[in-house]
């Protein structure tokens, strides 16, 4: 009877333990797993899917970095294979490992025709359904990898000095980014040829980026997701019908926002101090 | 060159392959692409890591059909034919362990008392398991961001980083740390191979009328508890964590050990 009660003793003891280093694990398993995947600023292939879901989707398999790199056009004119554009995430680069990703300084995007990155995705993490056209075929414009974004002060157009160097390696020249034409008005005589991004556009393949002559480059790639703002639904355009329509088909609950001013009169805060 | 036989093949195996996977990026050839978690074979058919599917799975995202195809593939395949034989046949962190623990023999690190009996064998079936959980928790597949095996993998195919740390880390644990520490405990891609190929047909053979007892099998091999039969009966070696390395059988001098088709009919 004493050596049973023993016996179940010890077997509790060894599973609670068990249980108790596998908690263990867990816990600090899953928070490096956390940090790990924490890298916002990370420009993905064409056609990659909102970064949370392109992170549990992505398999690290490398086939769209090998068919980046080894793709024809990728060839030096002595016909040795140039570097792709995608890497894979190593130790050290504070990145998911072994996910794929690109840098536009080192080489951006050359936004092939015929996308040969998304096709061997196996996984799903690059969608090609995304980079389809209206014919159903393979649209490179399409893709959203990232956002142009112009630093004013240090962009030397802005100084005046003539450079559109972004504006002609832009691969859709003169859509993604056009030239705003303003006058100088330190010189009273010249013109800005001011480089400006369009959002709608631009697909953040950071040939801009490359081409820029500035030290470090003025205009850059950022995620769409940290490079964008959002005005919120309840602005509307009214001078655009489209944007009428969008608010005139909407259910009148879900207009309607409360917080805690709605119970109040415009008199209980319109004069009141801003309180810290 | 008789003892050494099946350990020339694993690594003319192992080797070849990586070189392959190698020359897939390096010089654009379509003989087998991609990396563990999913290649291509010949361009064409399609292979995948059934842990590393069940751990994007469990992370919460649907996979392509590529990918569950490739998975069922290479389930198939070890559960028919290889067992463990991913682990001593392919993966490159055998190459890694097995100089660790030959170091370790060398060293007589097992005389000196070096070994840490908290860590149990079955610890590394907990670890695959958690790591399914933790994929689900954090939707990300959790082995596969600290996974040695392919960190190594791509560190050949597309370079190391820093990443080499820990390659180096996992010979430093089976040298200095744990005796097979790493295979033979901890990694849960050996647990879940095992768990697949525990009913495979290719198996060691013990021939105990042939056997002297000497004991060169238990000594080298890295999952010495399979061979509980040796010098007690004539059966396979049938635990699942058997790797089929064949390291056994190039050791035995007496010619009791081999390889052979699993019996299929039931011994009573």
């Given at each position: 009877m004493k050596s049973s009660n023993n016996n179940r003793r010890k077997f509790m003891a060894t599973t609670l333990q068990s249980v108790g280093l596998t908690a263990l694990g867990g816990l600090l398993w899953s928070g490096y797993c956390d940090e790990a995947k924490a890298s916002p600023l990370v420009l993905r292939p064409p056609g990659a899917l909102k970064e949370k879901d392109f992170l549990k989707a992505c398999i690290k398999c490398g086939l769209c970095a090998e068919a980046c790199r080894n793709r024809e056009s990728n060839k030096n004119r002595d016909g040795t294979q140039r570097e792709g554009t995608l890497k894979m995430a190593k130790g050290g680069e504070h990145k998911l490992i072994g996910t794929p990703y690109f840098i536009p300084t080192d080489v951006p995007c050359y936004m092939c025709d015929d996308i040969p990155c998304v096709p061997v995705c196996p996984s799903g993490a690059l969608d090609m359904k995304s980079l389809l056209n209206e014919k159903e075929e393979l649209d490179i414009n399409r893709a959203k990898m990232g956002l142009a974004v112009v630093h004013k002060e240090s962009c030397v157009a802005f100084w005046g000095l003539q450079c559109d160097a972004c504006y002609r390696a832009c691969p859709l020249l003169d859509e993604a980014i056009t030239l705003e034409y303003q006058k100088n008005d330190r010189t009273g005589k010249h013109a800005f040829l001011l480089p400006v991004v369009h959002s709608d556009i631009c697909t953040g393949c950071g040939l801009c980026e490359k081409a820029c002559i500035t030290e470090k480059p003025a205009i850059f790639v950022l995620p769409r997701e940290y490079a964008m703002g959002k005005a919120g639904d309840h602005y509307v355009k009214g001078w655009d019908k489209k944007d009428q329509q969008r608010v005139g088909n909407r259910k009148i609950d879900e207009i309607e926002t409360h917080n805690e001013r709605s119970d109040q009169t415009p008199t209980d805060y319109l004069n009141r101090e801003i309180e810290y | 060159m008789k003892n050494i036989k099946y350990l020339l093949l694993r690594r003319a195996t192992q080797i070849i392959l990586m070189f392959l996977y190698f020359a897939a990026n390096a010089y654009g050839w379509h003989i087998l692409e991609g990396t563990f978690g999913s290649s291509k074979l010949f361009g064409l058919i399609p292979l995948a890591d059934p842990y590393t599917t069940l751990q994007v799975l469990s992370a919460g995202f649907i996979l392509g059909a590529d990918v569950l195809v490739g998975a069922l593939l290479i389930t198939l395949f070890y559960m028919i034919v290889g067992g463990r034989a991913f682990c001593s046949w392919v993966c490159p962190i055998n190459m890694v362990t097995d100089l660790a623990n030959w170091l370790r023999r060398k060293l007589k690190l097992d005389k000196e008392e070096v070994n840490y009996r908290f860590l149990k064998r079955r610890t590394r079936y907990w670890i695959m398991v958690l790591g399914l959980i933790v994929s689900a928790i954090v939707g990300v597949a959790a082995f596969e961001a600290v996974s040695p095996i392919t960190i190594m993998q791509r560190g050949i195919i597309f370079g190391f980083g820093t990443g080499i740390a820990v390659v180096v880390a996992i010979f430093l644990f089976d040298l200095f740390g744990v005796r097979n520490g790493w295979c033979g405990h901890l990694c849960p891609l050996g647990a879940a191979y095992s768990l697949i190929g525990q009913k495979s047909l290719i198996r060691v053979k013990h021939d105990h009328d042939a056997c002297t007892a000497c004991m060169e099998c238990k000594v080298v091999c890295p999952e010495n508890q399979v061979l509980h039969m040796i010098n007690k009966e004539s059966i396979?070696?049938?635990?699942?964590?058997?790797?089929?390395?064949?390291r056994c059988i190039d050791v035995c001098g007496d010619d009791a050990l081999g390889f052979s088709i699993r019996n299929l009919k039931k011994n009573s």
């Open positions: - | 396979s070696v049938t635990d699942k964590e058997c790797t089929n390395c064949g």
